[in-house]
């Protein structure tokens, strides 16, 4: 059987950027600047104004900003808010009139990306654009992707768009339409349970039902198994285990049965063909407790056949204020 991994987010997967066109902005005095990033493969505007420059990035988006300053503060940084202004969230790097590192952190403190010293040379400022207009690819391609992931059903559900989570949702929306075993890892709280459910809505079997078994009650088989059960409830749909790990060995066997056979004993001791995709959460290391001899090798590897994990809050602190905003407009809805 394949194992179907997710270990390297998808969004790290975005081509290089000379397989892209790619477009900077000088503004100011362009003077050498342009003519290095042309040969570096940059397809480059320039405007003399900051007005000029805004009117330039409301018409179309550029990776990177390269503004040329003049030495007169107050007017460079006038013009570097106008520029801010009109491209949110595109950097701009600000190539200085001075040696200075006092100048470079009143830049960013201004709002630039980056620095480039009055004695940068060639490779310097490419490099720093670069890395500046792959960012912004990334920005980019984290919209595209969450605004995909908002169209499909349930998604919407998992806010935030730091790449660690999105990563997870892209395999997940992938995974979606597959008969494949699930298993999803992350702490308690973490939104397996309604991850679970959103692929459910995508899938196939979107028209039957999800159905959440809780593992740890004690009499989980007889939830399970017996007459009117949770597993003959699913027949057609998804049975999700919450904390699979808290199975105790005889449903583990028993699941091992249905997952090979596609069969379960009923109540009354006749097995019977059952038809449900399942999957699982986990907030153990389920292949820790296979060393340890608590859950059953060949079950995990069943389980596992697509396996997604769920980062917590705090590995990305970049969706605290989507959430809150996401809570605060929730909460003005139900309140008025």
């Not at 007017?75 to 590192?101: F, H, N, Y």
């Not at 991850?195 to 899938?203: G, I, K, P, Y």
């Not at 998804?238 to 090979?260: D, K, N």
């Not at 389980?303 to 969706?319: F, G, H, N, S």
Request: hydrophobic share 40%.
């Amino acid at each position: 059987m394949a194992v179907f991994t997710h270990s390297v987010p998808a969004l790290q997967s975005i081509p290089s950027p000379a397989a892209l066109e790619r477009r900077v902005l000088v503004a100011g005095d362009a003077g050498h600047h342009s003519e290095v990033l042309e040969r570096a493969g940059y397809s480059v505007a320039t405007v003399s104004t900051g007005a000029e420059g805004a009117t330039l990035l409301e018409r179309r988006r550029h990776d990177a900003i390269l503004f040329c300053q003049t030495g007169d503060s107050e007017s460079d940084w006038d013009t570097m808010r106008r520029l801010t202004a009109a491209a949110p969230g595109t950097p701009v790097i600000a190539a200085g009139a001075s040696e200075s590192p006092a100048a470079a952190v009143e830049a960013m403190r201004e709002g630039a990306y980056d620095y480039l010293p009055l004695n940068a040379g060639a490779d310097e400022m490419t490099e720093t654009v670069r890395r500046a207009a792959m960012r912004t690819r990334r920005d980019v391609r984290r919209r595209e992707l969450r605004a995909e992931l908002n169209r499909a059903v349930g998604f919407e559900r998992l806010i935030g768009q730091s790449p660690a989570l999105l990563a997870a949702l892209d395999t997940a929306s992938r995974a979606a339409q597959s008969e494949a075993t699930v298993l999803l890892r992350g702490e308690a709280g973490s939104g397996k349970a309604t991850l679970a459910e959103a692929m459910h809505q995508n899938s196939g079997r979107r028209s039957a039902r999800f159905v959440v078994c809780q593992t740890r009650r004690e009499d989980v088989e007889a939830l399970l198994f017996g007459p009117g059960g949770l597993l003959w409830e699913a027949d057609g749909g998804t049975l999700y285990f919450e904390e699979v790990h808290h199975l105790p060995a005889s449903v583990q066997a028993r699941l091992m049965r249905l997952l090979e056979r596609g069969e379960a004993v009923n109540g009354s001791g006749a097995a019977k063909a059952v038809d449900v995709r399942v999957m699982a959460g986990a907030s153990q290391d389920l292949r820790a407790a296979v060393d340890e001899g608590k859950f059953r090798a060949d079950l995990y590897y069943r389980l596992a056949c697509v396996q997604i994990e769920l980062p917590p809050l705090r590995e990305r602190l970049e969706d605290v204020p989507v959430l809150s905003r996401a809570l605060l407009e929730d909460l003005n809805r139900k309140h008025g």
